[in-house]
């Protein structure tokens, strides 16, 4: 990372400092669904090896948590408006070389499943729609190269958390609401040591209504450091809310090792026992292995003082390379998990379970997934680049970019280079495309993978001039959809922020097609880095699910806002509205009641449905009825099926409409579905048109085929159904309340209604 520090009062550049490069081979990127074969499904293709090694972690104490108010961290930030200094020459930390690494023997080498290939005739509505968006840091801001864009929603703000920045806006209005807007360096100043921060990482945890932050600052050894909000804010931020400053050195941590070597591309996980920091550990600028630390969740929420256990040398046969934490919304969680890719092979992941994360951790030996082939992604030409190779965006490598569990089940995505088909590791990559992963069965001895697909772009021709994406992250709502949220730039396009997802009902492995969430029209030529290249792009990017309706799904991506600079962008991703209510029964109801059970089913379209996330979340599935009618309660039973609890007390005769509204605010209305009538029999009220227990003045005349109807609650009406020689048959043939128009015409035998 590069950070530029700038006096606010004469504007000139003071510092140039680079913490970090990530350097992958050259090349190009993509987009279309991928998938391999029938999810990997088969034991053909899915190998699980499991060492369960035991090994014990120690619990190591640290210093309790420096309490600063919200107030109070603003304060310190305005008096130290730049508090950094010029740091010595940059260093460079090489990840290690994958580049000529053997696939895994079970791994299949497949194209996938292009779009439109699941049945489809034709392009369907996204899964998700934009809603409200808004920068949320820029070049202009952070004064750093390059982000790490990172930024997560909450109860009422998104936060977000980037090199150089932390800031937080109203998620309703987008706007910068002041509460927190500092350099987070400033924030961090009581406990990272006087070295800058690089690799932010931001959670709001809905279990514990707190915040996390963490960040690594820049020393040698480093310090890894956190900051948890208070309870008592239930994660609304303000001026009063109490933040708790932890830290730890790496190399410290019980059992210590790695001494004196530098940690890099934190991660993190969080679930209800424990916070999950995966580190890629170097000697000087060389990668030497890896380790996992697992953060007591209620030593840092109870005040401190922090309680840490350190996994050193993950990495053993072949055990899990840049180490992610694992985030699990399950209020039930009773072990943790790091995920990774295989140091030595490809085509492979590698899990390790933590038992008793929130006493004494032990972790398992590898536990093996075989997954598709990959390949390293390649680096990302962008339109405009004017340093040739050297101006191409980084591609990192492999790394998994993020994952989370979602009701037992771990979905996470990647950067892999494919080609115009969107095989991966076999022949020659021409694109960079992200491939993503669901799997099941963590806490078994054989996690296999449900499904698995890559956005990617297609083309006839293996040539690197088509669309790249990279730097994805992933995030599964309560309904079951999935976004990805990513970057995409090619030869011929401009560095954009994108999304792409998967309704829960389409085709295993299938996405949709992908959706730009902005519109750059700039080219990206700074100076900074140049030469040698690639050009740094960050390390992830992050998409979180709204936690008080589990549907509203958050991403912040990076994208050349003006000419050479860069934005992280904030985007809402809207999901699908609620099934229209189209039928209630029973579908006629009594006046005068205080309680009627009505079912109400729904046309579900394009991934419509109605949902409630259930308990613990703030908002809610809802109804409401015209005429009078009130709604006691809503039990959700199935996206396209409701159960009302109504009261008629004060209802009108007549028809009836219902409109169900979503957590979200997104409603549907389905026009006249119930009928409130007087009690009378439908078989003495033969002409009852409009269902509201009073038969209607009505005629068929035969001249001209047409019923004429003066009803009593909708007024006259011309319905032309009918030809001369007809018989009329008016009746209720659907149990409606309402009689039907119907005829039965003598010359082809027919009954038409």
Known sequence: MLILNTSRKTGHLLRILLVSVFVVTLGTFLFTPSVPTSGLASSAVERVLVNDDGQIGTPWSGAAGIRRTTRQLMAEDAAHPVDRAILPAPTRFLPPD????????????????????????????????????????????????????????????????????????????????????????????????????????????????????????????????????????????????????????????????????TIDHPTMGIDANAIYVGVNNFNIATFSNCTGFVIRKSSVTGGGPIVVSAFRDLIGADGPYAPQGVDNFSAAATEGYFIGVARNTLGKLILRRISNPGGTPSISGDIAITVATTALPLNVPHAGNGFGVDGYLDGLDDRLMMAQMRNGHLWTVHNVGVDNTGVSGVGTASRTGSRWYELQGLDTATPTVVQSGTLFTPSAANTTDQRNYWMASIMVSGQGHLA????????????????????????????????????????????????????????????????????????????????????????????????????????????????????????????????????????????????????????????TQIVLDLNTTGAAIGKSNITVTNPDGQAATGIGVLHVNNGFSRSTHIADFDGDGRSDVSIFRPADGGWYLLQSSAGFTGVFWGTNGDKIAPADYDGDGCTDIAIFRPTDGAWYI
């Open 98 to 261: 994958r580049a000529h690494l053997a696939q895994d023997s079970l791994s299949p080498a497949v194209s996938g499943i292009s779009f439109g290939a699941d049945g489809r005739t034709e392009a369907v509505l996204a899964p998700q729609t934009t809603g409200l968006s808004f920068n949320g840091a820029t070049l202009n801001d952070t004064l750093a190269f390059p982000p790490d864009t990172m930024g997560a929603i909450g109860p009422t703000q998104f936060i977000v958390a980037v090199n150089g920045k932390l800031r937080s806006f109203n998620k309703t209005t987008g706007v910068a609401d002041g509460v927190l807007n500092l350099v987070i360096d400033n924030f961090f100043t009581s406990v990272r040591n006087g070295a800058f921060l690089s690799g932010p990482r931001i959670r709001y945890d809905r279990l514990s209504q707190r915040w996390f932050i963490l960040d690594i600052n820049t020393s040698t050894p480093n310090r890894v450091v956190l900051a948890v909000s208070d309870a008592a804010s239930a994660g609304v931020i303000t001026g009063s809310t109490v933040w708790s400053l932890y830290f730890f050195q790496h190399d410290l941590v019980s059992p210590a090792g790695n001494t004196n070597q």
């Open 484 to 639: 990805i949220g990513a970057s995409s730039a090619g030869t011929n396009e401009n560095i954009n922020g994108v999304a792409a997802g998967r309704l829960s009902s389409d085709t295993s492995g299938t996405l949709q097609a992908a959706t730009l969430l902005t519109s750059s029209s700039t080219a990206y030529n700074p100076t900074e880095g140049i030469p040698p290249g690639p050009r740094r792009w960050g390390r992830y990017s992050y998409t979180s699910v709204d936690p008080t309706d589990d549907m509203t799904i958050w991403t912040i991506q990076e994208y050349c806002n003006v000419a050479d600079q860069y934005a992280a962008r904030v985007v809402q991703l809207l999901a699908p509205p609620p099934a229209t209510p189209y039928s209630a029964s029973p579908a006629t109801i009594t006046p005068g009641l205080a309680s009627v059970i009505v079912t109400v089913t729904g046309t579900s379209v394009n991934g419509s449905g109605f949902f409630d996330p259930g308990a613990g979340f703030t908002k809610h599935l809802t109804a409401s009825l015209t005429g009078g009618v009130t709604v006691n309660s809503v039990t959700y039973v199935n996206p």
